[in-house]
């Protein structure tokens, strides 16, 4: 089944006043705000992939001491890290644009409820809403 593509005005942003909530342009925003926001993390993991590579010929083929060497690979360890959590924000903007494509996105999903648009604005992957979240956090913290 081939969606039909949804043409945002220009400078549109969601707000509470008009129509449904998660009406199909509200749907439309989000879904592309989660892809640019995918497309720069994924830019920014080939650009770092590239820099290490190229920073690793240039460390290990000059004649630099291991201060700098050492100076080198911290650095890449805390890119690498970095990386590392945005390569788990991709996975979470992957759900939410699953989400979007089964008609739950921007709802709670331990209560049902609208999550609010102004915290999916904030963030843009949020599963539930400000009050389940505190509650989440809170049976957290009380269990650990």
Not at 1 to 29: A, F, H, N, V, W
Not at 51 to 60: N, V
Not at 69 to 93: P, T, Y
Request: net charge negative; charged share 40%; hydrophobic share 35%.
């Amino acid at each position: 089944m081939k969606k039909e593509r949804i043409e945002l005005p220009k400078g549109y942003k969601p707000t509470d006043k008009k129509g449904k909530y998660m009406d199909p342009l509200q749907l439309e925003y989000f879904r592309r705000k989660l892809l640019a926001w995918k497309a720069d993390l994924l830019k920014d993991s080939a650009d770092t992939l590239a820099e290490i590579k190229q920073g690793t010929a240039d460390t290990y083929g000059s004649a630099g001491d291991d201060v700098d060497r050492a100076n080198d690979e911290a650095a890449k360890q805390l890119e690498l890290r970095v990386r590392d959590r945005e390569r788990k924000v991709i996975g979470k903007i992957d759900e939410a644009l699953a989400r979007i494509d089964d008609g739950t996105y921007g709802f709670c999903e331990i209560t049902g409820e609208p999550i609010g648009l102004k915290r999916l604005e904030a963030k843009p992957t949020a599963t539930m809403s400000v009050e389940a979240q505190e509650e989440h956090e809170a049976m957290e913290k009380q269990f650990k």
